[in-house]
Nanobody
Framework: QVQLVESGGGLVQPGGSLRLSCAVS????????MGWYRQAPGKQRELVAK???????NYADSVKGRFTLSRDNAKDTVYLQMNSLKPEDTAVYYC?????????WGQGTQVPVSS
């Protein structure tokens, strides 16, 4: 059974930082492309950042220079370090694992950015 379990979300003030984690089980983690997506209220889900199995990383323009994505294949975990958070970063953040026709999602973790 494949499981993606996100953690680290929570209320944060503008300018603050959070580190999201996604622990994966039930699949061969190192061969999967891993990504973080987010969905704000009333909006479509969008890609935040993605790291391929070979380590190539892509970021959405809106988070470049503020967010850092990394993966630890020894721990089957992917991380999203979020700095200089803005109110417009408020969303539910979802972890995603993708390879070939296989596509898996976590349950999501809420990140409200508000003073």
């Amino acid at each position: 059974q494949v499981q993606l379990v996100e953690s680290g979300g929570g209320l944060v003030q503008p300018g603050g930082s959070l580190r999201l984690s996604c622990a994966v089980s039930g699949l061969h983690f190192s061969i999967y492309d891993m990504g973080w997506y987010r969905q704000a209220p009333g909006k479509q889900r969008e890609l935040v950042a993605k790291i391929t199995s070979r380590g190539t990383i892509n970021y959405a323009d809106s988070v470049k220079g503020r967010f850092t994505l990394s993966r630890d294949n020894a721990k089957d975990t992917v991380y999203l370090q979020m700095n200089s958070l803005k109110p417009e970063d408020t969303a539910v953040y979802y972890c995603n694992a993708n390879q070939w026709e296989y596509n898996y999602w976590g349950q999501g973790t809420q990140v409200p950015v508000s003073s």
